[in-house]
């Protein structure tokens, strides 16, 4: 059993920064790809980050790569988002997901928990 919860959202400014958190509670959180997800309204939810077991590899989508920054503590159980020169278009509601492994890392089908979301609005 795996449980994510986020926080950190909330209110910046474009051109601001704001780190996520998603706190796992489960024996097994090492064992799992972590990845970040948002939803914006009216829209799909969509890839926002992964990162490995281990920390050693990291995915992006291109509208975040090189802005945001996605890394994890195993020893905390804890995986973050750092975010930065956020635009008004990444304002969203965040999504914490798991996975065992063993399937794309940028699909939403492929994790097995789910956070409930954090959101994040960014002014112009």
């Known amino acids: 059993q795996v449980q994510l919860v986020e926080s950190g959202g909330g209110l910046v400014q474009a051109g601001g920064s704001l780190r996520l958190s998603c706190e796992a509670s489960?024996?097994?959180?090492?064992?799992?790809?972590m990845g970040w997800f948002r939803q914006a309204p009216e829209k799909v939810r969509e890839f926002v980050a992964a990162?490995?077991?281990?920390?050693?590899?990291?995915y992006y989508a291109d509208s975040v790569k090189g802005r945001f920054t996605i890394s994890r503590d195993n020893a905390k159980n804890t995986v973050y988002l750092q975010m930065n020169s956020l635009k008004f278009e990444d304002t969203a509601v965040y999504y914490c997901?798991?996975?065992?492994?063993?399937?794309?890392?940028?699909?939403?089908?492929?994790?097995?928990?789910w956070g409930q979301g954090t959101q994040v609005t960014v002014s112009s």
């Open positions: 489960g024996r097994t959180f090492s064992s799992y790809v």
């Open positions: 997901a798991a996975q065992e492994g063993g399937s794309r890392y940028d699909g939403r089908g492929s994790y097995d928990y």
């Open positions: 990162i490995s077991v281990t920390g050693g590899r990291t």
